[in-house]
T-cell receptor, first 114, second 116 residues
Framework: GNSVTQMEGPVTLSEEAFLTINCTYT??????LFWYVQYPGEGLQLLLK?????DKGSNKGFEATYRKETTSFHLEKGSVQVSDSAVYFC?????????????FGAGTRLAVHP | DTGVSQDPRHKITKRGQNVTFRCDPI?????LYWYRQTLGQGPEFLTY????????KSRLLSDRFSAERPKGSFSTLEIQRTEQGDSAMYLC??????????????FGPGTRLTVL
């Protein structure tokens, strides 16, 4: 079946530290991969996505590369800010293009301190 | 484009009561999804509409749950005879059929249900 596994949180970092949140997936076929972010008191927002192997998604200084050989889509940011404190969800949709339900990981809470 | 809206934002009800939630998707989006999120977990898929047709329902959606999208615009999710285990955040998302963002689901703020 299809599933997503994320590293457990919380992740606590100082401002300007390097961030990695690990995400691995299991899927039949060729999924699209996503990172969504949920800021305190707000709804889920798409952070970045990649639709095929070796694609790199990027947004707001965050990056993730679709690695088919390791079935991974790790989220990275070179220098985090206090405003990045949020819960981050890795997700996949089983088929690229067309209708797709999203399958989410459990989420990783990030807390950034000044 | 005002984004996906959901109403109400919060609902407190007693066990055994019926509740109904509404979702208004982004206006040009013909695909609409419902998810449920419990504390500390990621959202779980409940059901999917393309226009007014309900094309997939999760096994999570018991007989007490029903969803509609009568004119292919807004959607409602009704829970009959609520149970304490129904307490969760109910999320709605929409997406377009084509274009650069065809894969991207845009989420509403959710309706938080508390069953006492």
């Amino acid at each position: 079946g299809n599933s997503v596994t994320q590293m457990e949180g919380p992740v606590t970092l100082s401002e300007e530290a390097f961030l990695t949140i690990n995400c691995t997936y299991t899927a039949t076929g060729y999924p699209s991969l996503f990172w969504y972010v949920q800021y305190p008191g707000e709804g889920l927002q798409l952070l970045l996505k990649a639709t095929k192997a070796d694609d790199k998604g990027s947004n707001k200084g965050f990056e993730a590369t679709y690695r088919k050989e390791t079935t991974s889509f790790h989220l990275e940011k070179g220098s985090v800010q206090v405003s990045d404190s949020a819960v981050y969800f890795c997700a996949l949709s089983p088929f690229s293009g067309g209708y797709n339900k999203l399958i989410f990981g459990a989420g990783t809470r990030l807390a950034v301190h000044p | 484009d005002t984004g996906v809206s959901q109403d109400p934002r919060h609902k407190i009800t007693k066990r055994g009561q019926n509740v109904t939630f509404r979702c208004d998707p982004i206006s040009e989006h013909n695909r609409l999804y419902w998810y449920r999120q419990t504390l500390g977990q990621g959202p779980e898929f409940l059901t999917y509409f393309q226009n007014e047709a309900q094309l997939e329902k999760s096994r999570l959606l018991s007989d007490r749950f029903s969803a509609e999208r009568p004119k292919g615009s807004f959607s409602t999710l009704e829970i009959q005879r609520t149970e304490q285990g129904d307490s969760a955040m109910y999320l709605c998302a929409s997406s377009s059929r084509a274009g650069e963002t065809a894969d991207t689901q845009y989420f509403g703020p959710g309706t938080r249900l508390t069953v006492l």
